[in-house]
């Protein structure tokens, strides 16, 4: 009787820890897993639809422009004589320079209009490239000498290129791979963490409170926030990257921030690009 | 036996007495800085530095080379104390990003 109900309450007890432990052993053996970024992204498209039941989805590449009436029509005024323009005729001007081999930009690049190449996950390298990595690597393979990621000569190169390529769809590739997965997680999660002394995550601006103004600007929503990059800042007084705009809003939030191109960055930028896809390209761009 | 216990009772008053001393200020100083920066360090390796800290640091530093311990170990103490913070949310962090998103997963 005795050996019998022991048997019994060891058998249970086998049975409940593999219970448990079958779940364990499946989570560990893939990291990525439970990680879906189509239905991310869907369930983003309906919370902007939701949160902004009269504006198209589309119409979400024209940051706050797209619900922002009386902002947008000053902005629609602006773009008469755009403040992006001078940075686009000196961008063309570099891009057509022949660097000391004879060769050039178009050899890398064609006619420029590449934009929507880029950011995508490099499954050879097992990194996010980004436009500006590419303008870098196509200068070595010509034996030039790097630009400085947060200098003027990159951001006029991608004015020029970003203006070539309007009208692109932004079209990155689903993340399947693993890693691509950890570099889609790693920019979806550094998105939605809190950080700095202000204890702000990009979410908290631009998922919770989209739409409601922060002193008198209003903020913008996730998506299509990677559509129209570099842009004329007239903060700035210049056209800066979209790394930049990542940096001051770290430094916004008392965070110490990243530099440009760094890993953090380039894989925020791949995040934000996947759930912008379908959005037109429609850099350059002017914002307050 | 008693004078065992008188003996052992007057190296405890001793080590007391000498550590009631107040030790120098400039180590002092210097330590707090040290200390103000492993805690910055930490947190730029988790990720999740502040910028105050970091300014604070540079004051302690600035302090210290002038001789102005006190307010150098002020500086220093103010900036431990908020690279604790920032490894504080870094640790809640680590967790409670995925509640903030209208994800699926």
New interface residues.
Partial sequence: MVRTTILGAGLLLLGSVALVSAPLASDTSDTNS???PQ??R???R??YSQRFPDVPLEEHKNGVYAFDEGAREQWLEMEDFPPYEIAVDEGAELYEMPFADGQGYPDCFGDGAVKGRYPHYDDVRGEVVTLEMAINECRADHGEAPLAYDGAAITRLTAYMAYASRGQIIDVALPEGEGALAAYESG??F???????L?F?C??CH??LAGNRLRAERLSASLGQVTHWPVYRFKWQDVGSLHLRFNECN?QV???PFPPQSE?YRNLEYFLSYMSNGLELNGPASRK | MRTALLALSLIALAACTKSQVPADPAEQARAAVAQAEARYRSSSEAGHAWRAPKALIDDARAALEVGDYETAASSADRATAMAEASLAQAEAESTAWRDRFPFSS
């Fill in positions: 439970g990680i879906d239905a991310d869907q369930a983003l309906d919370f979806r999660r998105y939605s963490t809190r950080r700095g002394q204890n995550a979410s908290s998922v919770q430094s008392g965070a110490e953090e």
